[in-house]
């Protein structure tokens, strides 16, 4: 079946704006997570959803950075004025929470802040 | 969560045994190892995971350490699609947020 699928592949955009990175997880997936990749380094645990609610946020590195799950399905990774820091791989992943911790990661999206 | 400690890199030949080692010394009771691996421009795939006895499923074996200090994944028969870095993770029962370190570096040479 379909994996967890992420849009844009890729992001390009300048300091200060707003982007909005989208992921779809697999169908039935009650969890998911959002981290973030920088060059070179493992993956940061950002945000984890269990249905609708943020079970866990204590990942978001400020109060630019938001997320959404509004019907436990689709989940929206909002990131505001945008800083050179922010570049990075945003990978989500989702879980069927019934087998435990394995998670199932998308492709990423690739955000460049120039 | 426990912290691991993994060599940066290895290389191993395409056709032999590949063996990952990950130093979990400070692991409690409750806390499971996990094994990912991330291929090159690619999400974390996941490998396997265990408390305390091996496991062995149709990608790899994982070995652990009767004191649960350290564990090793085997790949049984490496090939170039195997190079990765692979991320030993310890996790507490409960928790979901994984915590990865930098991992190592294999590279499967021909």
């Known amino acids: 079946g379909a994996g967890v699928s992420q849009t844009p592949s890729n992001k390009v955009t300048e300091k200060g704006k707003y982007v909005e990175l989208r992921c779809d997880p697999i169908?039935?997936?009650?969890?998911l997570y959002w981290y973030r990749q920088s060059l070179g380094q493992g993956p940061e645990f950002l945000i984890y959803f269990q249905g609708t609610g943020a079970a866990d946020d204590s990942g978001l590195p400020n109060d630019r950075f938001f997320a959404v799950r509004p019907e436990g399905s689709v989940s929206t990774l909002k990131i505001q004025r945008t800083e050179r820091g922010d570049s990075a791989v945003y990978l989500c992943?989702?879980?069927?929470?019934?087998?435990?911790?394995?998670?199932?990661f998308g492709p990423g999206t690739r955000l460049l802040v120039l | 969560d426990a912290k691991t400690t993994q060599p940066p890199s290895m290389d191993c030949a395409e056709g032999r045994a590949a063996n990952l080692p990950c130093n979990h010394s400070?692991?409690?009771?409750?806390?499971?190892v996990y094994w990912y691996r991330q291929i090159h421009s690619q999400g974390p795939q996941y490998i396997i995971h265990g408390l305390k006895n091996n496991e062995t499923n149709e990608m790899a074996s994982l070995i652990i350490t009767e004191d649960r200090k350290s564990s090793t994944l085997i790949l049984p028969h490496a090939t170039l699609r195997d190079t990765a870095v692979y991320y030993c993770?310890?996790?507490?029962?409960?928790?979901?947020?994984?915590?990865f370190g930098s991992g190592t570096r294999l590279q499967v040479q021909p």
């Open positions: 169908s039935g997936h009650t969890a």
């Open positions: 993770i310890v996790l507490r029962t409960g928790r979901r947020a994984l915590t």
């Open positions: 400070t692991i409690s009771g409750n806390e499971y």
């Open positions: 992943a989702s879980s069927p929470s019934r087998q435990g911790e394995t998670q199932y």
